[in-house]
T-cell receptor
Framework: AQSVAQPEDQVNVAEGNPLTVKCTYS??????LFWYVQYPNRGLQFLLK??????LVKGSYGFEAEFNKSQTSFHLKKPSALVSDSALYFC?????????????FGRGTSLIVHP | KAGVTQTPRYLIKTRGQQVTLSCSPI?????VSWYQQTPGQGLQFLFE???????NKGNFPGRFSGRQFSNSRSEMNVSTLELGDSALYLC?????????????FGPGTRLTVT
């Protein structure tokens, strides 16, 4: 069975500082990894994905993520945090199993950026 | 393009009743997935429909069902509601059913069961 872990329920960072939101995964076969962000009372918005190729993936709003196969990680990063980045972040993994797939989401990490 | 729309946005039902939620995907998107989001369990996959056929199914009881129409609009039905069904139900659409496609989520329907 596949799984995703977001080890931190909450991450606090000062505006202007770099931020990292951690994600590790476990799948059989090739992983397809996604990051989504959820603002209060809104649905999830797609940020970026890793399918294959370059391990460093760039996405929306200045976010990027690094795929590390040996550590089975896909951490989300941003060089300089903004107060408006404060939201709930979800990591997700999909892997094909018998011709079908079920996407699995992490529990979410609340990012709080302080002015 | 208009985003994914879900109706109604809020719903209050009583235990034992049934409920139907509706989702209209982004124009051109043929895959629609449903998720249940709760503080305790997080985001859990219910099922996915593509071209009116259920393609993938999560680990939920048979009280949860869905369907997709020829225009890709989808409905989700929950029968014999239980208190534990109180949750935010999210619909997501994507271009296709390929594993690599990202999903676009609607704002959700907040269901409260009393």
């Amino acid at each position: 069975a596949q799984s995703v872990a977001q080890p931190e329920d909450q991450v606090n960072v000062a505006e202007g500082n770099p931020l990292t939101v951690k994600c590790t995964y476990s799948v059989s076969g090739n992983p397809y990894l996604f990051w989504y962000v959820q603002y209060p009372n809104r649905g999830l918005q797609f940020l970026l994905k890793y399918i294959t190729g370059d391990n460093l993936v760039k996405g929306s709003y200045g976010f990027e993520a690094e795929f590390n196969k040996s550590q089975t990680s896909f951490h989300l990063k941003k060089p300089s945090a903004l107060v408006s980045d404060s939201a709930l972040y979800f990591c997700a993994v999909s892997a094909s199993s018998g011709g079908s797939y079920i996407p699995t989401f992490g529990r979410g990490t609340s990012l709080i950026v302080h002015p | 393009k208009a985003g994914v729309t879900q109706t109604p946005r809020y719903l209050i039902k009583t235990r034992g009743q049934q409920v139907t939620l509706s989702c209209s995907p982004i124009s051109g998107h043929r895959s629609v997935s449903w998720y249940q989001q709760t503080p305790g369990q997080g985001l859990q996959f219910l099922f996915e429909y593509f071209s009116e056929t259920q393609r993938n199914k999560g680990n939920f009881p048979g009280r949860f069902s869905g369907r997709q129409f020829s225009n890709s609009r989808s409905e989700m039905n929950v029968s014999t509601l239980e208190l534990g069904d109180s949750a935010l139900y999210l619909c997501a659409s994507s271009m296709g059913t390929e594993i690599t496609y990202e999903q676009y989520f609607g704002p959700g329907t907040r269901l409260t069961v009393t």
